[in-house]
């Protein structure tokens, strides 16, 4: 509960608008995602891959808010 009212007064400050998300694991769910992926009918959006190395630069962009997609490190 804590966070859902820490993100709710941080986003009278910040640009982007901080949701409350509450997820309850379901197997037969991620059975269903994955048979999806698989069959190629769910596919990512990638915005920017980083190295390892380049984390802050990541975390900048996606704080900033730029990103349109996934902001991928690979290590």
């Known amino acids: 509960m804590g966070y ?3 993100a709710l007064v941080r986003s ?3 640009r ?3 949701r409350p998300f509450v997820s309850t694991p379901n ?3 991620l059975v269903v995602l994955k048979r999806l992926i698989e069959a190629g009918k769910v596919t990512p959006v990638i915005d920017r891959t980083y190295r390892l ?3 802050p630069e990541a975390l900048g962009y996606v704080g900033e808010g730029h990103a349109r997609g996934k902001v991928v490190v690979t290590i």
Do not use: C, L, M, W
Request: net charge neutral.
């Open 4 to 6: 859902i009212v820490k």
């Open 12 to 14: 009278a400050f910040v």
């Open 16 to 18: 982007q608008q901080g």
């Open 27 to 29: 197997n037969r769910d």
């Open 53 to 55: 190395s380049e984390t």
